[in-house]
């Protein structure tokens, strides 16, 4: 058969279209002519399919569209017929049409009540359950076949003009598979009869699974399968009794958590307290680790300066030894010692002394000689006091084991013109070096000095003492 728009169908046959216009609650719906001519029009609408039935065989069938009958296009009704009378000659055959759309909400529900242990009292309850399914049809040959036969139609519900429906055909199937499968399903999933309408969909997706195979062997499928409702005993008395345990067992739950929940607070305020405590220590600890370093940072700084003040006067007292040394080889070098110094010293004091007399003194006339000699003891006893501080240095330098004098200094005699003062500190030297620290007398810049351009000042002469340049250039 092809799926001609085009060609106009025959006026001389029979029956000249076929097609189903009915609502869409049919599944199946069997044309009422049965004898056709060859050139009729069959229109088959979108979700249906139209399936020729002869002697109770499936022929040849056809999808969405408008065809025309011709013998060429029907091999399997053209076997079934030998036609002796020519191409437009009627044949017997029925036409049903299976609606493919998938149809919506189908109500179902087990007629009796299903037996139910309590797993956890071991009470028998009766439960009921009821629901809501989609169905469609997934093979029309194997329907027929299976169900039809030379019934006018199907449909789910009872109906005017339909032989049989599909909810009386399917409900012993569904009533066996809900009731075995039920209790099964609530027990093997742990689920509380109080608490079943939380797994309806649990419960729905598990019975699906076992009632599916029962409608495929139909040619039929079930995409969606619901359990709306689960019906329990509210009037047994045993079921009372599951309630109130059920309560008890919630309340001692709620107590539980109560507990819990007390103690989990319990312990975390311990905690929160124990570590304020720890917080408290390590700050504390941390304040005294402070305090200990700082102490211990003051003792060491007072440690370091006292070792720096050591090391000064070691510097120090090295620095005058050395210098002694020093001007002891300055002496050396310039071919005189301490000895020649005092004898210096005294000179230059008996000269100052003979310079104070009168001329007859100093003549050695003009007076007695006990006045000369008078003069002359006072003399040497001027003499004596100048060099006493010397000679009591050297003294002390050359035998060091010797204890010091005992007795009151004499008052020291008055500073002499050619003495002089160093920076250290040392006063009334004589000579031309300190002999505290070494250093050497300083040079007495007479008028005529003049300053070099190398940097020395205060040059006596006519050449720089430190680069040669001479004077005036």
Do not use: C
């Given at each position: 058969m092809t799926n001609s728009e085009n060609m106009k169908p025959e006026k001389t046959g029979l029956f000249s279209v076929i097609k189903y216009e009915g609502d869409n609650n049919t599944f199946?719906?069997?044309?009422?002519?049965?004898?056709?001519?060859?050139?009729?029009?069959?229109?088959?609408?979108?979700?249906?399919?139209?399936?020729?039935?002869?002697?109770?065989?499936?022929l040849d069938t056809f999808g969405p569209g408008r065809y025309t009958l011709e013998t060429q296009n029907l091999p399997l009704i053209g076997k079934a017929y030998k036609l002796a009378t020519g191409p437009s000659s009627p044949f017997h055959a029925e036409v049903y049409f299976i609606n493919k759309t998938v149809q919506m909400a189908i109500k179902w529900g087990t007629p009796d009540k299903v037996r139910f242990i309590d797993p956890l009292t071991g009470t028998p309850l009766d439960l009921g359950a009821s629901g809501e399914m989609n169905l469609q049809v997934s093979n029309s040959r194997k329907l027929l076949i299976q169900l039809v036969g030379t019934m006018k139609g199907i449909a789910w519900n009872e109906a005017?003009?339909?032989?049989?429906?599909?909810?009386?055909?399917?409900?012993?199937?569904?009533?066996?598979?809900?009731?075995?499968?039920?209790?099964?399903v609530i027990k093997s999933e742990a689920i509380d009869i109080l608490e079943i309408d939380e797994n309806l969909g649990l419960i729905s997706d598990s019975l699906k699974e076992k009632i599916q195979p029962g409608f495929e062997e139909y040619g039929l499928t079930i995409p969606q399968f619901y359990?709306?409702?689960?019906?329990?005993?509210?009037?047994?008395?045993?079921?009372?009794?599951?309630?109130?345990?059920?309560?008890?067992?919630?309340?001692?739950?709620?107590?539980?958590?109560?507990?819990?929940?007390?103690?989990a607070q319990a312990q975390s305020e311990t905690q929160y307290r124990t570590a304020q405590e720890q917080s408290k220590a390590a700050i504390e600890a941390a304040h005294r680790e402070a305090e200990l370093q700082r102490q211990l940072t003051e003792t060491e700084v007072a440690r370091r300066e006292a070792e720096r003040k050591v090391i000064a006067a070691q510097a120090d007292a090295e620095a005058m030894r050395l210098a002694g040394m020093t001007?002891?080889?300055?002496?050396?070098?310039?071919?005189?010692?301490?000895?020649?110094?005092?004898?210096?010293?005294?000179?230059?004091?008996?000269?100052?002394?003979?310079g104070n007399m009168g001329p007859d003194v100093s003549n050695g006339g003009g007076g007695s000689s006990i006045v000369g000699d008078m003069m002359g003891l006072g003399v040497g006893m001027a003499a004596a006091n100048a060099i006493m501080p010397q000679i009591s240095n050297m003294m002390q330098g050359m035998n060091p084991q010797q204890p010091a004098n005992t007795q009151a200094p004499a008052a020291p005699a008055a500073p002499s013109a050619d003495m002089w003062d160093c920076s250290c500190g040392q006063k009334n030297i004589v000579g031309n070096f300190c002999n505290n620290c070494g250093s050497k007398r300083p040079v007495t810049v007479s008028g005529d000095a003049w300053d070099c351009s190398c940097g020395l000042k205060g040059i006596v002469g006519n050449f720089c003492n430190n680069c040669g340049k001479k004077r005036g250039e």
């Open positions: 199946i719906w069997k044309h009422p002519i049965e004898d056709f001519n060859y050139g009729s029009q069959l229109i088959v609408h979108e979700s249906q399919e139209a399936v020729f039935f002869k002697d109770g065989q499936a005017e003009g339909f032989t049989k429906s599909l909810q009386e055909s399917f409900r012993p199937l569904i009533s066996n598979a809900v009731k075995t499968n039920l209790p099964t359990v709306t409702s689960i019906v329990l005993p509210e009037n047994d008395p045993n079921f009372k009794r599951i309630r109130e345990l059920h309560t008890i067992t919630l309340q001692t739950r709620i107590i539980q958590a109560e507990a819990t929940v007390k103690t001007e002891a080889e300055v002496m050396r070098a310039k071919g005189y010692n301490q000895k020649d110094v005092l004898q210096a010293e005294v000179q230059k004091a008996y000269a100052e002394g003979i």
